[in-house]
């Protein structure tokens, strides 16, 4: 059974940066596709960015590229997500994600798995 543990939210100001990491166990890494989504108060989930499994490819939503990075250590079986100049915008609750095999789809039926959330609040 997979499991996911998500460690690295916390209180910010604006502009700061933040490091989200995500501890993966119970298959084989390399095999998932590990992602990231978030939770406003009162908004639905919303895609932050996945990579794939062996190629390690990318994808963002647009309101946080260049500013977050997407990335996974296979030998480590850890995916993270470091967010540089935070916006209030961003405060939510964020969710590891894991699905089987490749996926692009940042629709979050398509994944499986989730961690419990962590909390990320950026003050103005």
């Known amino acids: 059974q997979v499991q996911l543990v998500e460690s690295g939210g916390g209180l910010v100001q604006a502009g700061d940066s933040l490091r989200l990491s995500c501890k993966f166990s119970?298959?084989?890494?390399?095999?998932?596709?590990m992602g990231w989504f978030r939770q406003a108060p009162g908004k639905e989930r919303e895609f932050v960015a996945t990579?794939?499994?062996?190629?390690?490819?990318?994808i963002y939503t647009d309101s946080v590229k260049g500013r977050f990075t997407i990335s996974r250590d296979n030998a480590q079986n850890t995916v993270a997500l470091q967010m540089n100049t935070l916006e209030p915008e961003d405060t939510a609750v964020y969710y590891c994600?894991?699905?089987?095999?490749?996926?692009?789809?940042?629709?979050?039926?398509?994944?499986?798995?989730w961690g419990q959330g962590t909390q990320v609040t950026v003050s103005s």
């Open positions: 990579v794939s499994g062996s190629m390690g490819m990318t």
């Open positions: 119970g298959c084989t890494f390399s095999g998932y596709t």
């Open positions: 994600v894991a699905s089987q095999g490749y996926t692009r789809s940042r629709n979050p039926d398509a994944y499986r798995y």
